[in-house]
């Protein structure tokens, strides 16, 4: 299971820190990545951590705002979140896939994030 915490409402430029706490798998063989979804939009792939390196990606929609981290001893991501602007309103998922496959394959309920202009 993944259950993500954090989420709120928070005006432009504000910050918020979100968790996503791992139970039931071996957390430290998975790379962990953060969703979201805005209404009537696509789900995006905001950004990924690996799970031996700790190397990061992130979309262009996030770069130098967002920084994903990870916590292996606690089982927990964290997607850290400055400079928020209103198009980041979203309900944001993190998701879990073991590092030698390709598909997300656990994923959390998601944690609403309402940026107010």
């Known amino acids: 299971d993944l259950v993500e915490s954090g989420g709120g409402l928070v005006q432009a430029g504000g910050s918020l820190r979100l968790s996503c706490v791992a139970s039931?798998?071996?957390?430290?063989?998975?790379?962990m990545g953060w969703f979201r979804q805005a209404p009537g939009k696509e789900r995006e792939g905001i950004s990924s951590i690996n799970s031996d390196d700790d190397a990061t990606v992130y979309a262009d929609s996030v770069k130098g705002r967002f920084t994903i981290s990870r916590d292996n001893a606690k089982n927990t991501a964290y997607l850290q979140m400055n400079s928020l602007k209103p198009e980041d309103t979203a309900v944001y998922h993190c998701?879990?896939?073991?590092?030698?496959?390709?598909?997300?394959?656990?994923w959390g309920q998601g944690t609403q994030v309402t940026v107010s202009s």
């Open positions: 039931g798998l071996p957390f430290k063989d998975y790379v």
């Open positions: 998701a879990a896939r073991h590092y030698s496959t390709s598909q997300y394959n656990y």
